[in-house]
């Protein structure tokens, strides 16, 4: 029987744990020092096997830090998608070109083992700025997986081998340029580059009376206060491109403590509306415009103001950032 009390035994033990900090030590050591601007190769699906990992390149937009230590990773894909990961989602691009080398004994063509100063010629001469065209949102490997969008080319990188575009849903993306790969073409069905939609800053409601009459511009403005009441935007205004008032009925207990319409004193008068709004939130540098879709119910609360509350699940789309129009 081995006696762990004996000071030989201590020492070994003792020795083994040193190593096994020495080693973990070392390995954090190697860990890559990332900052913003590294190129990296991303496993998009987050997975911790091997075998389900799927990576593609990106550029590291920020690294988030939390008391000394990396908290995320924000990264932008060469596809154009923005994803916060952990660092062993990530590594660099050298590491991830000597790891497809040494599991691809074919030595098949990938995207990042090909240089992109070969293509200076293709970048210079297939398309410039201003030119409508179609690319594939998800540069697919195969060309029967395509899926094609149209576009306008907002900038070539000769460099690097890329073009910028934007794509007629106004979301940029960035589409490499690799020998043998075909991920944008030319579009000549005669479109125009889509202009960005426009956005009202409209605030001219009445002002909100408790004692008026139920009303569509009642109503019309005490949603606008409470829409007010809760932005913090640098501007904002609210239209209503639809409106229906329905008929009005008497709020009724229904037991348990329930209601027709819970937050309502029983007996209120609700008068429910059905509307379509267009918000603008106007930031620094860009506008979202934010369609909604939205039943309301409004009544007199039991202090006596009025109020209206959502009566239904919203509906809502917002769009891209609109840049702001310089003054």
Not at 272 to 281: A, D, N, Q, S
Request: hydrophobic share 35%.
């Amino acid at each position: 029987m081995l006696d762990n009390n004996r000071p030989d035994r201590k020492g070994a033990v003792l020795a083994a744990v040193i190593l096994i900090f020495a080693a973990i030590s070392a390995a954090n050591g190697q860990s890559p020092n990332y900052k913003q601007g590294d190129r990296v190769e991303v496993d998009i699906n987050l997975s911790s096997s091997p075998e389900n990992m799927k990576w593609q390149n990106a550029t590291i937009v920020e690294v988030m830090m939390w008391q000394g230590k990396i908290s995320g990773i924000y990264v932008k894909t060469d596809e154009g998608r923005y994803l916060t990961i952990g660092a062993t989602n990530l590594r660099p691009v050298k590491e991830a070109a000597r790891g497809r080398e040494n599991t691809n004994p074919a030595n098949e063509t990938t995207r990042a083992n090909l240089p992109a100063a070969n293509n200076t010629d293709q970048a210079r001469s297939a398309f410039k700025v201003g030119d409508r065209v179609e690319v594939d949102s998800i540069m697919a490997s195969e060309s029967n997986g395509a899926h094609w969008v149209k576009a306008t080319v907002t900038h070539v990188d000769i460099k690097s081998g890329r073009y910028v575009v934007r794509r007629d849903d106004f979301n940029e993306m960035t589409v490499l340029i690799r020998p043998g790969k075909i991920w944008i073409r030319h579009l000549n069905d005669g479109s125009t580059t889509p202009e960005y939609p426009t956005c009202e800053f409209y605030k001219n409601y009445v002002k909100v009376s408790n004692t008026a009459a139920p009303s569509a511009e009642l109503f019309k403005a005490v949603i606008f206060e409470w829409a007010n009441s809760t932005n913090r935007y640098r501007d904002f205004g609210l239209v209503f491109e639809d409106f229906k008032m329905g008929t009005p009925y008497k709020n009724r207990a229904r037991g348990n403590g329930r209601k027709d319409v819970d937050p309502a004193p029983v007996g209120a008068t609700i008068y429910p509306l059905k509307t379509k709004i267009v918000k603008c939130e106007m930031d620094l540098e860009s506008t979202f415009r934010t369609e909604w879709t939205n039943e309301y119910d409004c009544y007199k609360s039991r202090v006596g103001e009025w109020v209206c509350k959502n009566g239904a699940p919203q509906n809502y789309k917002r769009s891209v950032p609109i840049p702001n129009k310089q003054e």
